[in-house]
């Protein structure tokens, strides 16, 4: 590839004008080149740290039939390697992805779940009951403990602070997903636990509790969905703005969402605009954000789930500003500025320009280097000689455009260009 401009993690910006050159799946040289105009700008490939493939954004089943559209979804929005997190093994259908040759990101699978014992779980359910140490040795060794919390009960920290050790001393990660209820965010603190998931609920002082490295993946997307179902209009007007950003998506999915609210949605909810205040009064924490699109759950598809949670973390970080900073504060919204209506129910913002590339870097770092070497990624979300060529492709530079970090062009996959949204012949990506 010839004067295009590659992301640099190192300084977490693009570099200047390069040739870079592949040979057999792998990033054989980049060297200094000459100016261009319109050149191409090249990202490393995505992480994703939380999917589910078994089911769909619609609230149903994945039949086979779609996987390889579902794979292709995240490869449209620059996905190397996404993690499954809640499905039944995978095993078999990473055989089927190798015989089908279907062109899909890098799949890993984390350890079983694990619900606590309070919980009811049925049978044949995929989550295992209580704390037990049953490993998969064909699965990663993350191992999601998924604390919910019920009757306004906590949870044995004996038990919780026992596991982890137990995990840790196994080389294993204990992974807490806390669905955003206090009791099992403070419990999951108390007890150490270095990885958590969902939106935390006010009061929590994340960073000033915690006194470990930890990282956390809000999964906004999910309660930011619940909160558009309450209001379709809204929610429509924003399935239009996803077609837009994410193309596949609005080929292949736009229009197939049903905005009604089920029977078992119509109680009390807290809305999304109590989370994000959460977020932005706890600005020491964005600097240990990991990336999860939380894809599966309802409105959120491969691809779109990415740009959905994106446009969140750009909204809300921008309106924070620097850690240790006060934001600036003008008239006028971000939301308006760069994406046209905003929700004053939802997301209130404030404008602040300067900032945008800033907290676009922040956010690339995290979707690229940071969440990839979590998951223990090949190329570790970089680009660099001898390492594999997984990167996507632009034609404009993502920190300045008004779109934002997508849509993007083509995506590369170990060298072979396995999605673009160009016109292309038999045979090749689509």
Not at 323 to 350: H, N, V, Y
Request: proline letters at 6%; hydrophobic letters at 35%; a neutral charge.
């Amino acid at each position: 590839m010839k004067s295009v401009r590659i992301w640099d993690s190192e300084k977490a910006n693009f570099s200047g004008f390069v040739d870079l050159e592949v040979s057999q799946g792998k990033i054989l040289s980049i060297k200094p080149a000459g100016e261009k105009p319109n050149p191409e700008f090249l990202l490393p490939g995505f992480c994703d740290a939380s999917v589910t493939l078994s089911a769909n954004g619609q609230g149903g089943k994945t039949n086979l039939s779609e996987l390889s559209k579902v794979f292709l979804g995240f490869l449209s929005a620059g996905f190397s390697h996404i993690e499954s997190v809640g499905d039944p093994s995978l095993t078999s259908l990473q055989a089927l992805m190798v015989k089908s040759k279907w062109n899909a990101p890098i799949l890993s699978q984390s350890q079983k779940p694990h619900l606590y014992s309070e919980l009811e779980v049925g049978e044949g359910t995929n989550y295992q009951s209580g704390l037990k140490a049953n490993f998969d040795p064909k699965r990663n060794g993350h191992t999601p403990i998924f604390l919910k919390e019920k009757d306004n009960g906590g949870f044995s920290q004996t038990e919780l602070f026992a596991k982890r050790k137990e995990l840790e001393a196994n080389g294993k990660l204990a992974i807490a997903y806390t669905f955003a209820d206090k009791t099992s965010w403070e419990d999951a603190l108390d007890t150490g636990f270095s990885v958590l998931f969902h939106p935390m609920p006010p009061g929590t002082n994340l960073y000033r509790t915690q006194k470990r490295d930890f990282f956390w993946a809000p999964l906004f997307g999910i309660l930011y969905l619940q909160e558009l179902k309450r209001n379709p209009s809204m929610g429509k007007e924003e399935e239009i703005l996803w077609g837009t950003l994410s193309p596949y998506f609005g080929k292949v999915w736009k229009g197939n969402l049903s905005w009604e609210l089920e029977p078992s949605e119509q109680d009390e909810f807290t809305p999304f605009s109590v989370y994000a205040s959460q977020f932005r009064s706890e600005r020491e924490t964005h600097s240990n954000l990991l990336f999860a699109s939380g894809t599966g759950h309802w409105g959120l598809f491969p691809g779109q789930a990415a740009v959905v949670e994106v446009r969140l973390w750009e909204n809300l970080l921008q309106e924070s500003g620097n850690i240790g900073e006060k934001p600036k504060l003008e008239s006028k919204g971000f939301w308006d500025s760069i994406f046209g209506k905003r929700s004053e129910m939802i997301l209130p913002t404030q404008k602040d320009v300067d900032s945008l590339p800033r907290v676009r870097r922040h956010i690339i770092q995290t979707l690229s280097e940071k969440t990839c070497q979590y998951l223990g990624a090949d190329h570790g979300g970089r680009l660099r000689v001898g390492g594999p060529a997984h990167f996507s492709i632009l034609t404009e530079n993502p920190l300045k455009r008004a779109s934002g970090i997508f849509p993007i062009e083509s995506m590369v996959l170990g060298g072979k260009l396995v999605y673009t949204s160009k016109p292309t012949k038999e045979g090749t990506a689509k």
